[in-house]
């Protein structure tokens, strides 16, 4: 059997980073077994389209690096089917629900319904009252095909409904879940196409995977239930069944569904924070997967090997920021000091602590400083937080430690010797500053605690920090000057 999978997002706004992990998933069975990624677009619903969300979600996936074989892609920023089995978005195939629908009245799988929503509020609420599954009566089952007909010419407003049988057991074995059995008395008369003409997702969904030949169908949890319907549909149409897997919930902290008001859960707001790709990819692929080994980091490529259906949990997993940042940590101290400093240059625009021109005439200056943070940053985003340290040299010099530091006894000689260190150097640059210290470690007899620690309170106002080495060549002559200065004032 060939393997073709289906990613169908509709384009309601961001994209959750749960529709990540389902697109994840289909891509990394399809490139396993040899098979094709489709993604298709499941617009049906007119009220909840968001203009752009296309072109967002599709540029989320590329950031991503989850490319799809066929389907809507973006050709020279315009939106273009490519593949053999179009159009990919369901708003380009009314013609084709209308001609299934119309097999399915004629089989009898479906009626038309004529009822008001005044008329089925009410019967679901008198339903609900008796303890009962609320779900449609059937009642528009009694009118004949001439009854039909006359409403209809008469533009009469109606819907189209799935005919369940009574009390009849849907079967069907889903990779995760297992054997699953539901019974038609426990389902409703489900809306197939709307009173707009457009087809719900239980219709459309059904039609498009088999004429798009979808062998496994990979999505969230929350169609579990409805999968009884589609399968029902299936064999109304005298369709293969394809295989279903139906996927975990990501979870928040508190075990609820993962939603925005709890943070961030749209990949657009980990992009925007300075996330890699391949470090968001490589934690939510454990997120509801895990290996039959312990390993944590993963490549794209040892994913694609690793990757199987049956090793997904049927529980919900949680989404622990604290592990993404340590993955996204791992990954950033593995990437190039340019690619960093790259993604680093906007946030620090954003916050005024350098413009374009500066981002582009300092370039070497800014990757210096950056590269004082980088193995210690979770997102890039941080930067900002941690550059102060260089773009301030009136230091406010607050913590107990760092003054009691600078009142030592040595402190005022180690100012000096510094003093003079610094301004006969002709360069200041790390050879400078791993020399420096021990020449005055040679000259001074101060060594150790008492000269490393009050001259990071001196350079940076702070006890603990990064390498001052690096630290000294990003400040330069002027500056580590400027410091002294500075911390001249907190000696008593």
């Known amino acids: 059997m060939d393997v073709r999978v289906r990613f169908a997002p509709s384009p309601t706004g961001f994209v959750h980073v749960g529709s990540l992990r389902t697109a994840l998933y289909n891509y990394l069975f399809a490139k396993q077994k040899k098979g094709k990624y489709i993604l298709r677009v499941e617009d049906t619903d007119r009220n909840r389209k968001v203009e752009g969300a296309i072109e967002g979600m599709l540029g989320a996936m590329e950031w991503a690096r989850v490319p799809h074989d066929e389907g809507v892609k973006l050709v020279d920023d315009q939106l273009m089917d490519v593949g053999e089995h179009g159009p990919y978005t369901q708003s380009e195939r009314l013609s084709i629900y209308k001609e299934h629908i119309e097999i399915l009245l004629a089989n009898k799988s479906a009626y038309h319904c004529f009822c008001s929503k005044e008329r089925i509020d009410k019967l679901r609420e008198e339903q609900k009252n008796k303890g009962l599954t609320p779900r449609y009566d059937k009642k528009c089952l009694q009118f004949s095909k001439e009854e039909i ?14 005919n369940l049988p009574t009390d009849r057991d849907i079967e069907f074995k889903d990779i995760v879940r297992g054997e699953v059995v539901v019974n038609t008395d426990d389902l409703d008369d489900q809306v197939l196409v709307k ?44 369709w293969e069944i394809p295989q279903y897997v139906h996927l975990p919930n990501i979870l928040n902290a508190d075990k609820k569904k993962l939603s925005k008001r709890q943070g961030d859960v749209a990949v657009e707001d980990f992009t925007r924070k300075g996330y890699l790709p391949e470090a968001l990819i490589n934690y939510i692929a454990l997120v509801g997967w895990s290996p039959e080994d312990n390993q944590e980091i993963f490549t794209m490529e040892e994913l694609i090997e690793k990757f199987s259906l049956e090793r997904i949990s049927k529980s919900g997993g949680v989404f622990d920021v604290n592990k993404l940042n340590w993955v ?41 400083m950056v590269s004082v943070f980088k193995d210690r940053l979770s997102f890039v985003a941080e930067v900002v937080d941690e550059v102060n340290i260089f773009l301030n040299n009136d230091i406010d010099i607050e913590e107990e430690e760092a003054v009691a530091l600078l009142n030592c006894e040595h402190v005022p000689q180690l100012l000096e010797v510094l003093i003079e260190k610094i301004e006969n150097a002709e360069e200041i640059d790390l050879q400078f500053g791993k020399k420096v210290f021990k020449e005055i470690q040679k000259e001074t007899g101060i060594k150790g605690a008492k000269l490393f620690k009050p001259a990071r309170v001196i350079f940076t106002g702070k006890t603990h920090g990064p390498d001052m080495p690096l630290v000294m060549k990003v400040l330069g002559k002027k500056n580590l000057l400027a410091r002294i200065e500075n911390a001249k004032k907190y000696i008593n």
């Open 149 to 162: 007909d006359t409403k209809i010419n008469a533009e009469e407003q109606h819907v189209i409904r799935l």
């Open 195 to 238: 009173s707009d003409g457009f087809p719900t997702y239980h219709f459309a969904v059904v039609v498009d995977d088999h004429l798009m030949k979808i062998s496994h169908i990979i999505r969230g949890e929350e169609w579990l239930i409805s999968t009884p319907k589609h399968i029902f549909l299936y064999e109304a149409f005298g």
């Open 328 to 368: 996204n940590a791992h990954y950033i101290k593995e990437s190039s000091l340019e690619r960093i400093t790259d993604m680093a240059i906007p946030h620090l625009i954003e916050k005024e602590y350098i413009t374009e021109q500066q981002a582009t005439e300092n370039y070497e200056w800014i990757k210096d």
